[in-house]
């Protein structure tokens, strides 16, 4: 997930990005024990990552924002006014999991809305895990650029190819995986039910 000297792509700090999480949990009166057991991340885990000491997985910033109720982009950038936004490629926020794949945050993160659209890749034999279920009223969309998805939603597995697209609701648990020999490219667009903004 991150480049190096604990920088994500985007040029934000861990130690940032731990303070981000840090404030939020506590402007919802949650301690590290609470947030630990809502998002299924180790309490020692999560106070390594609020201290910038430690780099989270992709699947572990997603848990922790999930039970934060909120994104991954909306922990990685700051708000933005809601008129013509252009973000050009090189402000594309990205997080890479050593786990051989990478997330690019194409939205930017709009006062009042939960909302994200993002392009992963996947490299062969990749599996990205499984995902918590969001807030409930969540909806996800996902679209097949090339390769092969594998798309399992509450246990029952489908296989997308290029081109191919699929709609689920986003509070289920649900996970991507690459089962083929090339890499995957798809897209998600994520809108967050009952947001707080």
Request: with cysteine.
């Amino acid at each position: 997930m991150s480049d190096n000297m604990g920088l994500l792509s985007s040029g934000l700090s861990m130690a940032e990005l731990g303070a981000r999480i840090r404030a939020r949990r506590r402007a919802q009166g949650l301690g590290l024990e609470q947030l630990g057991e809502l998002s299924g991340v180790s309490r020692s885990m999560v106070s390594d990552v609020e201290r910038g000491l430690k780099t989270p997985t992709v699947l572990v910033l997603d848990r922790l924002a999930t039970a934060l109720g909120t994104s991954i982009a909306r922990l990685l950038d700051e708000p933005v006014g809601d008129a013509l936004v252009v973000l050009r490629g090189e402000r594309h926020r990205v997080v890479r999991d050593p786990a051989g794949w990478e997330r690019r945050i194409l939205s930017p993160v709009l006062p009042g809305v939960e909302f994200e659209f993002m392009r992963t890749t996947l490299g062969p034999g990749v599996d990205a895990g499984e995902f918590s279920p969001h807030r409930p009223g969540s909806r996800e969309y996902v679209a097949v650029e090339s390769g092969q998805l594998t798309l399992t939603i509450d246990g029952q597995a489908s296989t997308l190819g290029a081109g191919d697209s699929a709609y689920f609701p986003g509070d289920c648990r649900h996970g991507f995986a690459n089962g083929g020999a090339e890499d995957c490219v798809y897209y998600l667009v994520m809108a967050l039910g009952g947001g707080d903004g």
